[in-house]
């Protein structure tokens, strides 16, 4: 036996005719299977894993957990194979369940945060607070694990096993806190419902993912399932209260006997924004923590990073840290890299940033965040994707020409398309935009015509660090772009 190895029933499972294998290790996927694996046939949104039970088998897997259907279909390759045969009506659940008790560490405090839009920064905030006061911390979700301890990540809510794999390496490694992003696609393939939670966050709700979720009712079910179903009912349940879906959340939280604390701007909220005032670099927020009135300095570009402040403190305190240990440091908080960042400055004080955005309803809003942080011109550079969704060029281009003064069209990813006719259909968006083909060329003028008071995004790439054309993929970082125009149109070194 290995170290992790363990019995069947020791992962909370009961197979037909009483069966109780050793099993050496959990897959998902037939092609991982090795011997004495437990091999989860799920179904699918393609295929049921049942099909693939046989090639398991071959592989040596010492059991199969599966649901009736699958049961039925991979009954032949069954029959002779002697594997123990697990059937459940939720193999998911069950598989989540056997998976935290077979790798059994988590890091002592985790905490979700679910919701359309500002997953990734709360996340974020919340474990750069942890970090700061002493904690060792990570966060995991589409940026991949980051902190005291880091890996990439496929998905933002990875499946249960690399989960807790990596949770238990991460406890392993001495990281006692962590905060994870729960997508709506894990949630319904209950990735996370073996993890322990102490608090969950739901931050907002719009539409989105409506190709995997058959309905609005059904996408708002996936995330309240983060409360209904994964977090107990004696974690605290951290809401922003702004939108009746946050009324709706925090009724089934409080439904589930949880504690909770809400965020937001709507009177009666516990941690409140009360005004914000914004400057080139960031803002300042005032906010109410019951009677008392903080003020502090934001180094974050949007008025909506402040909710998202304030619902990443709003885990810290229900992870059971005071509060007036935690306000002092927001001031410190970075973005999420590549989002909204603020890549360079140049010496009359205009500003250059570089983000992710790279769909028109994201465009859209990058762009509508930075007016306010803006007294002069907003110039804007961007292109779009080769061999992926056309319909959505004509679209940025005009979503850049309702909201930025100074449009510049430019090459993004072309791979096999020919980068002139992306971005001809990029301009009947915008026909009024200038179109310079090079990314670096079209950065670097873009970045000359700056004058003080204006503002540049660079949008697309965000953290990214290549274009890619054809089969190539050629180094490119906005970031690096942005400092090495600025620095050579200012006269500095590099
Ligand atoms: C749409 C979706 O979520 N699909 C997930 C689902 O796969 P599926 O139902 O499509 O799988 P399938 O191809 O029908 O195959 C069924 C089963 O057979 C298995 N199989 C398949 C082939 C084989 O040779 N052997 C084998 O065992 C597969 O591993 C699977 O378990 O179950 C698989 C195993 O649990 C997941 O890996 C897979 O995630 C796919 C890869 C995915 O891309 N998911 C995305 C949409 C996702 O989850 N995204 C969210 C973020 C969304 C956001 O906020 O933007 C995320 O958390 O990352």
Known sequence: MTDQAKTLSALGLT??????PVITGLSVDSRMV?????????PGSQVHGADFVGHALRLGAAAILTDRKGARQAAGALAQSGAALVVTEDPRQALAGAAALFFGAQPET???VTGTSGKTSVASFTRQIWDMLGFSACSLGTMGVQGAWSAPLAHTTPEPVTLHRMLSEMAAAGVSHAAMEASSHGLDQRRLDGVT????AFTNFSQDHLDYHADFEAYFAAKAALFERVLP???VAVINIDEARGVQMRALAEARGQEVLTVGRAPGADLRILDQRYDATGQMLRFAWGEAVHLTRLDLIGGFQAENVLAAAGLVIASGEPPDQVFPLFCGLKTVRGRMELAATRDNGATVFVDYSHKPGALA???ASLRPHVMGRIVVVFGAGGDRDRGKRPLMGQAAAQHADVVYVTDDNPRSEKPAMIRAEILQGCPS???VGDRAEAILRAVDTLSAGDALLIAGKGHETGQIVGDDVFPF???EQASVAVAALDGRMT
């Open 15 to 20: 197979a037909g005719g009483g069966a109780d």
């Open 34 to 42: 090795k011997p004495g694996h437990l091999f989860a046939a799920l």
């Open 110 to 112: 985790v905490v979700a």
């Open 197 to 200: 939670l102490k608090a969950a």
């Open 233 to 235: 009912p004696d974690g």
């Open 365 to 367: 809003s990058a762009l």
């Open 433 to 435: 935009a200038i179109e």
């Open 477 to 479: 970082d906005d970031r």
